[in-house]
């Protein structure tokens, strides 16, 4: 009993000890929470940041070797067109080297040739003449033609003049001004009155005003289409009063010619053949129209057509395959070789600078 007193009596001291135990606990707990939570951050966040510095360099590791990749495939490709680019132009080199060379024979050969040139000279000089007297003669025949047409002109106005002073003629009891008695001969007008005849005039027609000429609108003029007939005098006629239409209007309108829309006119495969004359065209202008491939294995495995030329049943020709220089003396001018040096000659060096009036080189 004596114990159950002393905890009677000592119990609200255990609860007030028991409420601050656990108050101090329940302190002491949250800072030991917040403490290993910050821990744990910190530990947390050093792992992730030592993870993404692996993974940076794991990622540059696969960069690196990514980019070298494919720097070497450009700068390989770089080689390679540098390396057609340089052949190209070698080629292009060699083919303008060979077009200078032929060129340069064809022109000193045919083109510019001394002995051609001079008889070519010579032929212009003859056919100047030739052409210059020509034209003189031509000269003089207008001359006379017109000196001829202006003595007709004369001729007929001096006879249009005899015609109209026929009535100053001379008579057997009254002589004409051109007669006088006083000469001893009669002047050379009177001759020229007895022979004109007297110049009458005519009376000008009168054509009707109120006539109507239907041929000046209509298409067709035929008995068929519209029947024609006599134009009848003009009568004072006045128009009838009312809603009515002149006659060559109607007649007009009735007889005019058809006249077709666009689309009657234009076919309905206009378009379509447009196409094909434009392909058409394009097909006679383009002499090739495949890229030309001289460093890939492309047209090694395609048939060899060969060109018209070549596969004509009257032969290929010889130039090309069996000599580059081919001569033919039948075509020269004279018997001597070409020569490259030219000796002076007046005519060529004067040759159209200096002409005379009379087409001769000075």
């Known amino acids: 009993m004596a114990t159950l007193a002393r905890l009677q009596a000592r119990s609200t001291i255990i609860r007030h000890q028991y409420y601050f135990r656990n108050r101090v606990v329940d302190v002491f707990r949250k800072k030991e929470h917040d403490a290993a939570v ?22 540059t590791i696969v960069q690196k070797w990514w980019r070298g990749y494919l720097g070497r495939k450009h700068y390989q490709l770089i080689v390679k067109l540098a390396y057609y680019t340089m052949k190209m132009n070698i080629y292009n080199a060699m083919a303008v080297r060979i077009q200078r060379r032929w060129r340069g024979y064809r022109i ?3 083109c510019f040739n001394y002995f051609y040139l001079k008889a070519y000279l010579r032929a212009v000089s003859e056919t100047n003449d030739t ?5 003189e003669e031509f000269a003089e025949m ?45 002047d ?35 008995a068929r289409s519209f029947p024609r007939a006599n134009i009848l005098p003009p009568i004072d006629w006045k128009q009838s009063q009312g809603p009515f239409r002149d006659i060559t209007e109607v007649l007009k309108q009735r007889y005019k010619p058809l006249e077709p829309t666009w689309r009657m006119e234009e076919p309905i495969s206009e378009s379509k053949e447009a196409r094909e004359d434009l392909r058409r065209q394009e097909g006679t202008k383009n002499i090739h129209d495949k890229m030309f491939l001289p460093f890939s294995s492309y047209h090694k495995n395609k048939k060899y057509i060969p060109s018209l030329h070549l596969s004509s049943k009257y032969g290929a020709h010889s130039y090309g395959s069996q000599h580059f220089r081919d001569e033919n003396p039948n075509k020269w001018i004279c018997s001597k070789d070409f020569q490259t040096v030219l000796p002076a000659f007046d005519l060529f060096s004067k040759y159209g600078k200096l002409y005379s009036r009379a087409g001769q080189i000075l």
């Open 38 to 59: 910050k821990i744990q951050s910190w530990f947390r966040g050093c792992q992730i940041r030592a993870y993404i510095r692996y993974l940076h360099r794991v990622v």
């Open 108 to 110: 000193r050969k045919y």
């Open 131 to 135: 052409i210059r007297e020509a034209l």
């Open 142 to 186: 207008k001359d006379r033609e017109e000196k001829k047409a202006d003595l007709e002109r004369e001729e007929k106005e001096r006879d249009y003049r005899a015609r109209k002073m026929h009535y100053l003629l001379s008579t057997q009891q009254i002589p004409g001004i051109y007669n006088s008695p006083f000469r001893k001969e009669p």
């Open 188 to 222: 050379p007008w009177e001759l020229r009155l007895q022979k004109a005849k007297p110049l009458t005039h005519r009376m000008p027609r009168v054509q009707p005003k109120g006539s109507i000429h239907l041929s000046s609108w209509l298409a067709c003029t035929s």
